[in-house]
């Protein structure tokens, strides 16, 4: 079985193809990933109208040399996978006009994948995962903790009540002067701080339900860089190492209050995951890692490629779907939100 999966809602345009092996784990033979970074950069976050120009023009080549690299072509591929929401609506018409458009054309069974889902899934592509687990999903839209049950079968146990930990890790960037997207510039400025130089807030530390909220965090970040400015390179580097002690000592302690739920709504998980872009952080993985096996857990997370958006996540999760029967008709709807 070959999948096809095309990815457009957010700033990348990606095209993949994943094949199920007699071992029965996925094989990614081809993952093509255009950023549009460069096109967002001066905007200082991802700029709807331009990310579904950039899309438009760079898809239908995707497509192609996703299929090229896998050595097939379209009479030889399975299914057409694509992210049908959420997202940028405009990005995501795209990929699906033209998901749609290939499978009647090629009369292929097409797979409307939810892109959290997808993110979700891809520990079963990576490491052959068994369900249930625990998934922090965390990227620049979503933060959720989530009972991974079975496809199409999850649990939230915990969500955002304001910014994304990406979108947090986003603003600070901006505030501090950094670049797009936030997160790995703040990870690397980190690197050289001292986390300890600001007193900063761990917002719902303690609270009994696994939810997130990261704005205050965030306001007392710009409280203190105002305080200091113009601000020097240290400033920054600190600022930015108090920033992501903050975010993980949150991290962990919610994650914490989501393995307690989680043995009342799923039973025993087979391990701890983290997916999303957020997923790529080396602090969070580190210390999700030691608190995973605390608790005589393993920790799982795709490697870097595959944190971020991607074809690949696509194609898995359409893999999956397929091979329960689940398919979509030519009337699936684009969705700019799509709770999962
Ligand atoms: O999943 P993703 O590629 O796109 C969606 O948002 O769906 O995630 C992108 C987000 C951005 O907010 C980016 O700043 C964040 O993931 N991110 C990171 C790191 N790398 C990417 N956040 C923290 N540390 C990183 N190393
Ligand atoms: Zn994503």
Redesign the pocket.
């Known amino acids: 079985m070959k999948i096809l999966g095309i990815e457009t809602?957010?700033?990348?345009t990606a095209a993949a193809v994943v094949t199920l092996g007699d071992d029965e784990r996925g094989h990614i033979l081809s993952n093509e990933v255009l950023s549009q970074i460069a096109e967002h950069a001066a905007y200082g976050g991802v700029v709807p109208e331009i990310a579904a120009r950039a899309h438009v023009e760079v898809l239908d080549r995707l497509i192609a040399r996703a299929l090229q690299r896998a050595g097939t072509a379209l009479p030889g591929i399975d299914g057409i996978a694509v992210a049908a929401g959420p997202?940028l609506i405009g990005g995501v018409l795209i990929g699906l006009v033209t998901a749609k458009t290939l499978s009647l054309v090629a009369r292929k069974p097409l797979i409307a994948v939810n892109?959290l889902e997808a993110?979700a899934l891809t520990p079963r592509l990576t490491d052959g995962l068994a369900f249930p687990y625990l998934l922090l999903l965390?990227?620049?839209?979503?933060t959720q903790l989530v009972a991974v049950r079975g496809v199409g079968d999850y649990v939230r146990l915990g969500t955002t009540i304001d910014d994304?930990?990406?979108?947090a890790?986003?603003k600070v960037?901006k505030l501090l002067g950094l670049g797009?997207?936030?997160?790995?510039e703040?990870?690397r400025q980190a690197a050289n701080g001292d986390p300890e130089r600001f007193a900063l807030p761990r917002p719902m530390l303690g609270r009994r339900q696994a939810d997130f909220s990261l704005s205050g965090l965030k306001t007392a970040l710009r409280i203190e860089a105002e305080r200091l400015e113009p601000l020097a390179v240290q400033d920054v580097a600190d600022l930015c190492a108090g920033f992501?002690a903050a975010v993980v000592d949150v991290v962990v302690d919610r994650v914490r209050v989501a393995l307690r739920a989680f043995s009342t709504v799923a039973g025993h998980p087979t391990a701890l995951v983290a997916?999303?872009?957020?997923?790529?952080?080396?602090?969070?993985r580190r210390a999700l890692t030691a608190q995973a096996g605390e608790v005589g857990l393993g920790f799982v997370a795709p490697p870097l490629p595959l944190?971020?958006?991607n074809g690949a996540m696509i194609a898995w999760a359409g893999l999956e779907r397929l091979r329960l029967g689940l398919v979509d008709d030519l009337t699936v709807p684009a969705r700019a939100r799509w709770p999962f």
């Open positions: 809602t957010c700033d990348e997202g892109h993110h965390a990227s620049g839209g979503h994304a930990i990406g979108e890790f986003d960037a797009y997207p936030g997160g790995p703040v990870e992501q997916a999303g872009g957020v997923a790529a952080n080396g602090a969070i944190c971020g958006d």
